[in-house]
């Protein structure tokens, strides 16, 4: 692809700083739910708190995780663009809502997520070796739609806090490329760096129910905002976002992992 091309930078930022921050906002949704909790006269158990649950509708998700779009697919001969200018995977930040709209031997949900990913590296001189002060930025916005289904059963029934979950849909990928000045970048034929791809995704994970923990704390989380059920998940998604099937496509998916928090409400 032209535009492609074009996004020419060498700042290298790998996947570890990418899954501290994922794990640092879990730890700080766990910290949400475990927070000291009124005072009352009694203490309740898991399935206590679980017969008091207010109606569960909808879920919301925010996760993160290393991605690196699979722009270098679309190149032989060993040419690696991506790669050489941009340097491996970087943040993907994501949110998702689900309307759960069945519930018996697990959930059934559809959901709609949209994501946001950014990486920024110096060009390259094209007179000596070195890099220049100028800069491209690479810059992704996913659209998804998803059936989930998540294994709750369980835990429902036996309070065992694990639940199992799979999803797949469809996506639409907004991209651009930006120069130093924020602006479009462009070829030398003209050629704009900024478009739209489809594709699709499929995904397993598994989430940790934090109710047992506190179980009288999970009571009032429900009783005062309304969250059934506060989990944390490990996900593990593939996305082959490279137009399905249309040909000159920019292939922008990824195959990769990402952990997360999930409020049922």
């Not at 697919?73 to 690696?80: D, I």
């Amino acid at each position: 692809m032209t535009a492609t091309a074009t996004a020419t930078a060498t700042a290298k930022r790998g996947a570890g700083r990418a899954t501290m921050a994922a794990t640092l906002a879990v730890m700080a949704g766990a910290l949400v739910l475990g927070r000291s909790s009124p005072a009352r006269a009694q203490a309740y158990t898991v399935d206590e708190a679980r017969s008091f649950r207010s109606p569960q509708h909808f879920a919301f998700e925010f996760r993160m995780g290393p991605y690196r779009p699979d722009i270098d697919s679309e190149f032989s001969s060993g040419r690696k663009p991506y790669e050489t200018f941009f340097h491996g995977r970087h943040l993907m930040t994501q949110i998702e809502l689900d309307w759960q709209f069945f519930h018996r031997y697990g959930s059934l949900a559809v959901g709609a997520g949209v994501g946001y990913f950014s990486t920024t590296a110096n060009n390259p001189s094209v007179k000596t070796t070195g890099l220049t002060a100028d800069t491209s930025n690479l810059r992704l916005i996913p659209f998804s739609l998803s059936l989930v289904y998540r294994y709750d059963y369980l835990f429902q029934d036996r309070q065992i806090p694990l639940v199992p979950y799979a999803k797949a849909g469809f996506d639409y990928s907004l991209w651009r490329v930006l120069d130093a000045n924020g602006e479009v970048a462009t070829d030398a034929l003209g050629g704009q760096g900024a478009g739209g791809v489809l594709g699709w995704h499929a995904a397993v994970g598994v989430s940790l129910v934090l109710d047992f923990i506190d179980p009288d704390a999970a009571r009032s989380f429900d009783d005062e905002l309304g969250v059934n059920h506060t989990h944390l998940f490990f996900e593990f998604s593939h996305a082959d976002i490279s137009g399905l099937g249309e040909p000159n496509k920019i292939h922008l998916g990824d195959t990769t992992w990402s952990l997360g928090i999930l409020f049922e409400f």
